[in-house]
C-alpha cells in the first residue's frame, strides 16, 4: 500500500512538472493547442462512454451544449472552434463504428429523404477530389481548410440521418424538445436582462456584445418550437402553453428591439412565426404581415439612422461578390470550385476596386461556388424530401405534441431558408460563420431529422382491418378490393 501510495505521489510530482516546464518553454499558442488536444481527448472519451450507454443522452448533451456553452478555442472570432462540432462529430463516428463494425440494428429506412442526403453527401466528396485538379493559377484553400469544409457539410448532413435512429421513440423526442426550450429560454432570458444585474453570469454564460454568438438558426427554432407548442398543443395546460408563449415572445422582442440591426436575427424568426399562424388564424396572419411591411417602410429613415455603417456596406457589397463569382464559377459549373476553395480564388479579380479575399454571405451562392450544380441540385432535392414529408405527415395527427412539433417544424424550415439567403447559417462556410457556426446550424438538421420518428411511429401503428366479406359476389369482392387499396394507401411505406 505504502508502494501504491508513493507510487501515485511521484506520478502527480511528474505531472506538475512536466506541466511547468511546458508551459515555460513552450509559446502560448502551441501549449494552449497541446490543453486544448489533450481536454479534447479527455472530453471524447466522456462523450463515447455517454453516447455506448445511452444514445439519447447523447444527443441531449449535444443540443444543450450547443445553446448554452458559448467557450471557445483554437482562434479567435469566426474561426474559433467550440465544443459543438467536436460532439457532433464524435456522435455520427460512434454511431458508424456501431453500425459498420458492430453491426448494430438502425431504425434507418432508405427512404427518398436518406437517398437525397446521401447522395449529397456524394456530391460533397467528388468535388473534394475535382478541387485537387485546380482549374485557376491561383492556389486554393489550404488541404486543412478544405477538409474541415468537408467535416462541416459531412456531419451536419450526417446529423440528418442518424437523430431518427439515437431517438427511440415519441417519448425520447418529447425530452429533447422540452430541454431544448429549457435551456434556450435560459439564454433568452440571459440576453434581456440588462447586463448590470448578472454582470459575471452574463459575461461567462453568454456573449451579449455579440449578437449573433449563438447564430440565427437558434433564434429560428427558439420561435417556432415554443409558438407551435404554444399555440397547437392541446395536451398542455393552459399555464403552461402561456409560459411557452411568453419564451415566444421574449424571443420576438429580443430580436425586434435588442438586435433589431441584426436582420438575420429578427426577420427568419418572424418567418417562422407567421407561417404557424397562417395554420392557426390565416386572415389574422396576412393582415398583421400586411401591417407589419407598411410599418416597416414608415419607420425604415429611423431604423437606417440606428443601423450599423458595416450593414450598409454588406448589402451593398452582396450583389458585386455574386458578379465576381460569377465568371469563376462557369468554369466549373457542374462540380463547382470544391470545398472552401473560392475564397482564395476571388482574389484574382477586383471586387470594388480591391484585390481581396471575401465571402459571398448567401448560402445559395456558396453551395454554387463550392459544390456547382450538381451539388445544388442534391441540396434542393433533399430540401423538398424534407418538406413533403412533413407536410404529408401533418394530416395524421390533431391537436397534441406530434402536430406542434411538424407545424413548428415547417415554421423554422421557412425561417432558416430565409436565413440562408442572408448568410450562410445552413452549412456554415469555413471562412465567414465557420465551424463555430455550427453551434447554430446544427439545431437545422437535428430537428429536421427528428420528423423521422414522428413517421416511425405514424407507420407502425396497426393497419385498419378490412371489412369482413359476406358471399362472393362481385360487389363484395369490389368493396374488399376497396378496402385493400384504400388501407395501402393509408400506410404506404415511409419515407424516411
Known amino acids: 500500500m505504502r508502494d501504491s501510495g508513493a507510487g501515485k505521489w511521484i506520478c502527480a510530482i511528474c505531472a506538475v512538472v512536466v506541466s511547468v516546464s511546458a508551459g515555460c518553454v513552450l509559446s502560448i499558442g502551441t501549449f494552449q493547442k497541446i490543453t486544448a488536444a489533450l481536454v479534447g481527448l479527455i472530453a471524447a472519451l466522456v462523450v463515447m462512454s455517454i453516447q455506448v450507454r445511452n444514445h439519447f443522452l447523447g444527443l441531449a448533451l449535444l443540443v444543450v451544449t450547443a445553446v448554452a456553452v458559448p467557450y471557445e478555442f483554437g482562434g479567435t472570432g469566426k474561426m474559433a472552434l467550440n465544443s459543438s462540432p467536436f460532439l457532433a462529430g464524435t456522435i455520427c463516428a460512434i454511431w458508424l463504428v456501431e453500425v459498420v463494425v458492430l453491426h448494430r440494428a438502425v431504425a434507418l429506412k432508405m427512404g427518398r429523404p436518406v437517398l437525397a442526403a446521401m447522395a449529397l453527401m456524394g456530391s460533397v466528396a467528388v468535388s473534394f477530389v475535382a478541387a485537387q485538379f485546380p482549374l485557376f493559377p491561383s492556389a486554393g484553400a489550404p488541404r486543412g481548410a478544405q477538409l474541415a469544409q468537408v467535416l462541416i457539410f459531412l456531419v451536419s448532413i450526417g446529423l440528418f440521418l442518424i437523430v431518427g435512429d439515437l431517438l427511440k421513440d415519441i417519448a425520447d423526442l418529447k425530452r429533447l424538445t422540452w430541454l431544448f426550450l429549457a435551456a434556450g429560454g435560459f ?195 433533399l430540401m423538398c424530401e424534407i418538406l413533403a414529408a412533413i407536410w404529408h405527415l401533418r394530416v395524421r395527427f390533431r391537436g397534441g405534441f406530434c402536430e406542434a412539433y411538424l407545424l413548428g417544424a415547417l415554421g423554422g424550415f421557412a425561417g432558416t431558408m430565409l436565413a440562408g439567403g442572408l448568410a450562410d447559417w445552413i452549412l456554415p462556410f469555413y471562412y465567414n460563420i465557420g465551424l463555430g457556426g455550427m453551434r447554430s446550424s446544427l439545431l437545422f438538421w437535428v430537428f429536421l431529422g427528428a420528423v423521422a420518428v414522428i413517421r416511425r411511429a405514424a407507420y407502425t401503428e396497426a393497419s385498419p382491418a378490412a371489412p369482413a366479406v359476406a358471399g362472393t359476389t362481385f360487389a363484395a369482392r369490389f368493396a374488399a378490393a376497396k378496402a385493400e387499396i384504400a388501407a395501402g394507401r393509408r400506410n404506404r411505406p415511409e419515407r424516411f
Not at 425586434?256 to 399562424?277: D, E, K, N, Y
Not at 482564395?344 to 479579380?349: A, D, F, G, T
Open 187 to 381: 439564454v433568452c432570458v440571459m440576453h434581456i436582462v440588462p447586463t448590470r444585474v448578472f454582470p459575471m453570469l452574463l459575461g461567462r454564460l453568454v456573449h451579449v456584445a455579440h449578437q449573433e454568438s449563438i447564430g440565427s438558426v437558434f433564434w429560428i427554432w427558439l420561435v417556432a418550437i415554443s409558438a407551435s407548442q404554444a399555440i397547437f398543443n392541446r395536451e398542455l395546460t393552459p399555464m403552461t402553453r402561456l409560459a411557452i408563449g411568453a419564451l415566444t415572445g421574449l424571443a420576438v422582442y429580443r430580436g425586434l428591439f435588442l438586435a433589431r440591426s441584426w436582420v438575420s436575427g429578427w426577420l427568419p424568426p418572424l418567418v417562422a412565426l407567421f407561417v404557424l399562424l397562417l395554420f392557426r388564424v390565416p386572415r389574422l396572419a396576412i393582415i398583421t404581415a400586411l401591417l407589419g411591411g407598411l410599418l416597416f417602410l414608415y419607420f425604415t429613415p429611423t431604423m437606417t439612422e440606428v443601423t450599423p455603417a458595416e450593414e450598409h456596406y454588406s448589402a451593398m457589397t452582396r450583389l458585386e461578390a455574386a458578379r465576381v463569382l460569377w465568371p469563376l464559377i462557369k468554369e466549373s459549373p457542374f462540380l463547382g470550385m470544391g470545398p472552401a476553395n473560392y475564397h482564395y480564388y476571388v482574389s484574382m479579380s477586383p471586387i470594388l476596386g480591391w484585390y481581396v479575399r471575401f465571402n459571398s454571405h448567401n448560402q445559395y451562392l456558396d453551395l454554387v461556388a463550392q459544390l456547382g450544380a450538381v451539388g445544388v441540385a442534391t441540396f434542393g432535392w
